[in-house]
């Protein structure tokens, strides 16, 4: 992911043409690495977001949206206090490293202006946000810390000088002449793209490569002049953000030949990066917060598995019921040719049509009649034995079914999704209930997605249980549209539409196929039917419906239609 100086360099341009001057109005902090800035300027709101994620951190206008935390984190407190209703006056970059300042001017408590900057170091796992005082450099605060125990070069705590991270000695792109760039080259060493990658400061390891293959095999001029073209094209800020979809996704501020796959241009930087990061922050962090789930679900489904083949062991032991009747009447009608002490019987098996001999194995101990009653015992055993099995065999397969589709919903749950698939567990006895709970606070109504169709018809989503109960069974009316993938794990999603269009019949059967266990499947079947004809048996498991009068589409998921309706 090629968040490296050059597209730090279009970022800051990009950021500070749309928010200079802009009135800072609102700061939250949705994670213990994420800030959320909003600005109204030029006539809108833009809110910009800032991640130190160690593996997706960034910096760009998005326009999705966060939960936030119900107190607000301290790092955030201290960012209203100092900057709250101040106005950015600038944004730039440091040299052409990955470092992006934004300077404020804002009011203090006694009314006196001063001057702050937040600064934002996009570094992998040494990513950071640090509020800096202008005057003295001091670091009023960052949402990391950093003691000299852990970083000897420098330290990041309140109350220390701000001091750049070690420079790496290599040279600024933009101050370097074509010929110098060329004379640094060592054409006999090899590996140009690995020198170019130490030579040249904020150049990520995607840029030396394209650089060094559109120069392949050329001499030194050929270097200069494809080092000229490239940074004249980036000094007048001459960009094509493209997002390169294949093998591995990347994104870059142009398109680059020597990368694969299909390309998708964006008129923004910010577009581009909102885009290629939406959603895997929040995967991240879910995934983080209900690991113990997903283990639990899962380990609970094998359980179920070994359960199902132990009944299955059983069920293939009492399709033997009818032999050991058939041997129990035979016993008896040769009774008379049978003594206590044998230890076989050989008898003309009546229901053979050959009307062949059997041998039947007897206990010596036992007389004729009780070896006879002891193959009755066992008839009637396994019959009762089977009815029970058929019985939890059927139920099994539905505790193995309910659970594949709770793996569903957590694995592709947003965040405010986990805590109602942890309160359902609770509720149906598969996890403890909490032992401390508020009195009269009333619980939250559950929250399906809301979709817009191209049409503008509303379409609703439940990503899991509860709001797929609350959708369907309480929300919906009963003209509404009803759509669930058929046979396949996945969301209730209802079309606010007695008789939607065919356009946007499609799109929502695409949204059912995308929130299922055959997102990257094509040709997904998707039932659709009215609401009147959607029922919940009794005492059936939270989300589970019966339908009739169903239709039937087959479709194909597409990402980019669920980002576009969920933006739209």
Partial sequence: MAFDGIVTRAMAKELHDTLATGRLSKIYQPTDTEIVLTFRSQGKNHALVLSAHPSYARVHITNDTYQNPQNPPMFCMLLRKHLAGGFLEKVEQFENERIIQLSFISK???GDTTSKRIIMEVMGKHSNIMLVDNE????????????????RHRTILPGQTYKMPPSQEKLNPFNLDPAEFSRKLDFNAGKINKQILNLLQGVSPVLANELAEQAYMGDKEKYAAVFVSFINKLKQDDYEPTYFRGKKEDFYVMDLASIEGTRE????????????????AERDRVKQQAGDLIRFL??????????????????????????????????TAHMHQIKQGDTEAVVIDYYDPEQQQLTITLNPHKTPSENAQ?????YNKLKKSRTMVELELE??????DYLDQLIQQVEGAREQDVEEIREELREQGYLKAKTQQKKNKKPNLPEPEIYTA???TTILVGHNNKQNEYLTMKLANKQDTWLHTKDIPGSHVVIRSAEPSEETLEEAAKLAAWFSKSRLSSSVPVDYTKIRHVKKPNGAKPGFVTYDQQKTLYVTPEESLVKRLANK
């Fill in 108 to 110: 203090d408590e006694l």
């Fill in 136 to 151: 003295t450099d001091m670091i009023i605060d960052s949402i990391k810390h950093i003691s000299s125990s852990v970083n």
């Fill in 265 to 280: 241009h964006y008129d923004s930087m910010s577009e581009l990066i909102d885009s290629f990061y939406s959603g895997k």
């Fill in 298 to 331: 899962k380990n609970e489904r094998e359980k179920n598995i070994r359960k199902l083949t132990i009944h299955e062991n059983t069920l293939k032991k009492a399709e033997k019921a009818d032999i050991y009747q058939r041997q129990g009447e035979l016993l």
């Fill in 374 to 378: 002891s193959y009755f015992k066992q």
């Fill in 395 to 400: 139920k099994t397969n539905a505790e193995i």
């Fill in 454 to 456: 191209t049409d503008g």
